[in-house]
């Protein structure tokens, strides 16, 4: 037996002991922080980044690259565009922080078993300072698409209507764009609304389409790269605001939609996929409004809200 094969299997690997202990001192460097959350939170990340770079034996060149992604992302970031936020969306980050947290599920019995309507992911195209519009109005605007009567109910888990509870909608148009995609400054498919005092809610929007997440960055070329759509189904989206409840922020998406299984974000949910139901040209809309000889579609939507201490 040779020298060197001797060192190899009578002693421990020099070099896994170095990278252990190299980890082991970065976390205690945090020991200090009076924080206890701060301290877990640094901790865990570093043990688990630790472990990655060791499993995956990361190069020099592949960790230059990776800070040269990170620092393109960041140049790309701006008060219009997040290009973080669309990271942690396409890595499932975004999705697994709502997972964790989605009251949801909390009390349910079965895996599968919900007490709430699911949440799922904000998505980079919220914007505060949507106007106020009515019940019944249409909150489309001036964008492009065909019309779609939206109503339902907002209710406690146990069935209690909640009235006065604030449902900020926003979507794409039929091009897949948003309003603040646009370069004129429009505010268009995009509104907050109340509930009356029996928890209902109804307005009309737009039927939602698929359309591809930003991917003229350095998300999109990640994307590419690893041969993923960059394809979101076609969603709308909701945000539900009540006082003593959790704030649920979700979508419905399609039944039928080809892409509700593979979603760009991950955020696709069986219990938001609705039905929106076709409405020929001439059948009369719910509220006797006149759409110039075009067809819509109606969807129903019972938004279940968990209790602040639920």
Known sequence: MTPRETSSTSHPDIRAVRERELTDRVVRSFSATTD??????????????????????????????????????GHLTDEHRQEFVLLSD???????????????????????????TEATVLGPFFVEGSPRVALGADLAGSAPGEPCWVEGTVTDTAGAPVPGARIEVWEADESGRYDVQYPDGRVAGRA???????????????????????????????????????????????????????RLVTHIFVRG???????????????????????????????????????????????????GDE
């Open 36 to 73: 206890p959350r701060v301290r877990e939170l640094m901790g865990a990340l570093v043990r688990h980044l630790h472990a990655f770079l060791r499993e995956v034996r990361l190069t020099e060149p592949e960790w230059q690259r990776a800070i040269e992604f990170l620092t393109d992302v």
């Open 90 to 116: 396409v890595l499932g980050a975004s999705m697994q922080t709502i997972t964790v947290n989605d009251p949801a599920a909390a009390g349910a019995d079965e895996p599968g078993e919900v007490t709430a």
């Open 192 to 246: 907050h609304l109340f509930t009356d005092e029996d928890g209902g809610y109804r307005f009309w929007a737009l039927t939602p389409t698929p359309y591809p997440i930003p991917h003229d960055g350095p998300v999109g070329a990640l994307l590419a790269a690893t041969g993923r759509s960059p394809m979101r189904a076609a969603h709308l989206h909701f945000m539900v605001d009540a006082e003593g409840f959790h």
């Open 257 to 307: 939609d080809e892409l509700l299984g593979d979603d760009a974000v991950f955020g696709v949910r069986e219990s938001l996929v609705k039905t929106f139901e076709r409405q020929p040209s001439d059948a009369a809309t719910p509220d006797g409004r006149a759409l110039g000889g075009r067809a819509w579609s109606r969807v129903r939507f019972d938004i279940l809200l968990a209790r």
